[in-house]
C-alpha cells in the first residue's frame, strides 16, 4: 500500500491556496492611507463614529496589506500584482 504525504492543499490540488493580488505599489499606498487616517484619529481631527469607521478601514487596510491579498479585488477581478513570467 502506497501513501502519499501532503504538506497543505496547495500540493494536493495543484491550486494555490490564496492568491496575491496587490502590486508594490497597492501595498505601500494602503500602508500610508492607513497611517494618516490614525494620526488623524489620534490628533482628534477626526472623531466620534467617523473616526471609529475609520479606524477599522485603516485596519483592513493594513491587512490586506500585509496579506498581499484583497477580497475586493478578487470579487472585481483586479489583479495589481506583476507576476514574473518564467
Known amino acids: 500500500m502506497k501513501y502519499e504525504v501532503f504538506t497543505n492543499a496547495a500540493e ?3 491550486k ?3 492568491k ?4 508594490d ?3 505601500a499606498i494602503r500602508i500610508v492611507a492607513a497611517g494618516l487616517i490614525v494620526i488623524l484619529y489620534l490628533l482628534g481631527i477626526v472623531a466620534g463614529i467617523i473616526g471609529n469607521i475609520l479606524l477599522v478601514v485603516a485596519a483592513v487596510l493594513l491587512l490586506t496589506s500585509f496579506a498581499g ?3 475586493l479585488y ?3 477581478g483586479i489583479n495589481t500584482c506583476k507576476y514574473k513570467k518564467a
Open 12 to 14: 494536493k490540488t495543484n
Open 74 to 76: 478578487k470579487l472585481l
Open 69 to 71: 491579498f484583497c477580497p
Open 16 to 18: 494555490p491556496v490564496s
Open 25 to 27: 505599489a497597492d501595498r
Open 20 to 23: 496575491t493580488n496587490l502590486g
